[in-house]
């Protein structure tokens, strides 16, 4: 029971009911961090007043039984003893986050403070949102990735921002002495300016500060494009890391694919995307044009061509017939259960044509032995 719990909580889980504890983790968050906005409204109605504060006492208790819960699951999966790895969650930074989040309500109702600022100790909720977000787990990966060209990027900023202070300092300090009279004082004008927010509470007025303002105002554009391109270029390497190992899994799946060997995935794996489809969904319909072919990895389709009606699983494929012979689509198919798919497109099946003329034949002998009802 504690191994299925802590796949269901697990940030990785898959299955059905970890992806609704999700669904469930993110409406709760969401519904407490609402609930103690919403309480500091001074206009609030009692009723109101009365369920937002008592929404937020629920959404605390829930978080007390998930830091247990946690706890108690901790052992599943490690090789160390069962209080090393408690021990291990309890001082991680989720599990700090986690105990923060639990404390945050019995912390803000017993401080000395006025009104309703107790309650704003439970914004520490939102620090929730980041243990199931891909994207700032993936930020972090970005982060650690580019920490030199990051670090160099800085570094100019600095260099800049000092330089800049220092030499509007001198130039300013006798004609606006309020306002530049130090260093540190013209620092927040160099902020101002190499950032391009431009408040104009603070403006040099000689030729040679109003020069520099012009450079530092350039300088600042390049220097934040340069760390935005970073970034960029930084998302999209993780972008195609992230989907190229789970193609390569998926590919790996497959039988077809698994039995040419490592040799074939690697060649096919960069012309296959994946399609995550639900029930219901119809992916092709007779008479189409056909532009792609389907492999199924997991779940059922139905394959509806006239004569007879089909259901195929993990390891088939479907939608070839109309890419080996260029004809309109020949059957109608409908998701049974949430199946997760690799899609090859009509150019890269050409394109593989070329390179693997054994993979297409295997894939035409398979369409003929099922009498070509496959769309």
């Known amino acids: 029971m504690r191994q299925t719990i802590r796949q269901i909580i697990s940030r990785h889980g898959r299955t059905s009911a970890a992806?609704?504890?999700?669904?469930?983790?993110?409406?709760?968050?969401?519904?407490?961090?609402?609930?103690?906005?919403?309480?500091?409204?001074?206009?609030?109605?009692?009723?109101?007043?009365?369920?937002?504060?008592?929404?937020?006492?629920?959404?605390?208790?829930?978080y007390v039984v998930e830091w247990l819960t946690r706890i108690w699951v901790a052992p599943e999966g490690s090789a160390t003893p069962a209080w090393r790895a408690r021990l291990r969650y309890v001082l991680s930074p989720a599990g700090v986050s986690d105990f923060a989040a639990m404390l945050a309500l019995p912390i803000g109702l017993n401080v000395d403070l006025t009104g309703d600022d107790k309650s704003l100790f439970c914004v520490v909720w939102s620090l929730k949102l980041v243990r199931y977000s891909e994207g700032l787990a993936m930020l972090g990966r970005v982060i650690v990735n580019q920490r030199a060209s990051l670090i160099s990027v800085l570094t100019v900023f600095a260099i800049v921002l000092l330089l800049s202070a220092t030499l509007v300092y001198v130039l300013e300090r006798h004609v606006q002495p309020d306002v530049f009279h130090s260093i540190p004082a013209a620092m927040w004008w160099a902020i101002v300016t190499l950032t391009t927010t431009g408040y104009g509470d603070v403006t040099p007025q000689t030729v040679g500060g109003r020069m520099i303002a012009g450079v530092v105002m350039v300088s600042g554009i390049a220097v934040f494009a340069i760390r935005a391109g970073i970034l960029a270029n930084g998302?999209?390497?993780?972008?195609?890391?992230?989907?190229?190992?789970?193609?390569?899994?998926?590919?790996?799946?497959?039988?077809?694919?698994?039995?040419?060997?490592?040799?074939?995935?690697?060649?096919?794996?960069?012309?296959?995307?994946?399609?995550?489809?639900?029930?219901?969904?119809v992916l092709m319909r007779r008479g189409q044009d056909g532009d792609c072919m389907y492999f199924i990895v997991s779940?059922?389709?139905?394959?509806?061509?006239?004569?007879?009606?089909?259901?195929?699983?993990?390891?088939?494929?479907?939608?070839?017939?109309?890419?080996?012979?260029?004809?309109?689509?020949?059957?109608?198919?409908?998701?049974?259960?949430?199946?997760?798919?690799?899609?090859?497109?009509?150019?890269d099946f050409r394109d593989l044509a070329g390179k693997r003329p054994d993979l297409i034949r295997s894939i035409s002998e398979v369409a003929q032995r099922r009498g070509h009802v496959t769309a």
Do not use: K, N, Q
């Open 299 to 347: 779940g059922r389709v139905r394959v509806e061509a006239g004569r007879a009606d089909i259901e195929l699983g993990p390891g088939d494929f479907f939608g070839e017939m109309a890419l080996l012979s260029g004809d309109a689509r020949s059957a109608t198919v409908t998701v049974i259960d949430t199946a997760e798919l690799l899609v090859l497109d009509i150019a």
């Open 235 to 281: 998302f999209s390497v993780e972008l195609r890391r992230r989907d190229f190992l789970r193609t390569w899994d998926l590919c790996s799946r497959v039988p077809l694919f698994r039995d040419g060997g490592v040799e074939l995935i690697a060649t096919i794996v960069h012309l296959l995307r994946i399609d995550d489809a639900r029930p219901g969904e």
């Open 19 to 62: 992806r609704r504890f999700r669904i469930a983790y993110f409406a709760t968050v969401t519904i407490g961090l609402v609930a103690v906005v919403l309480y500091t409204l001074s206009g609030l109605p009692d009723w109101a007043h009365t369920l937002t504060s008592r929404t937020t006492f629920v959404v605390a208790a829930l």
